[in-house]
């Protein structure tokens, strides 16, 4: 069982993710992530745009 926080996984809290595989961690932060930016919270856009202009 793996754990992984918000915060490591680029994001902005610390919400923490547990799976099996980082690939089902990876799911599971990014539809996280989903929701916080249909909530608009300021401190998730922010990350995410961070997250893009590395990419
Ligand atoms: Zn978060």
């Known amino acids: 069982m793996k754990t ?3 915060n ?3 994001g ?3 919400q923490t993710f547990s799976a099996s595989s980082f690939d089902e961690i990876a ?3 990014r539809q996280h992530g989903m929701e916080m930016f249909q909530k ?3 401190a998730h ?4 745009n961070k ?3 590395l990419m």
Do not use: N
């Open 45 to 48: 856009l922010e990350a995410m």
């Open 27 to 29: 799911q599971m932060s």
């Open 8 to 10: 490591q996984l680029g």
């Open 4 to 6: 992984m926080t918000c």
């Open 40 to 42: 608009k919270d300021a």
């Open 12 to 14: 902005a809290c610390d």
């Open 51 to 53: 997250m893009q202009a």
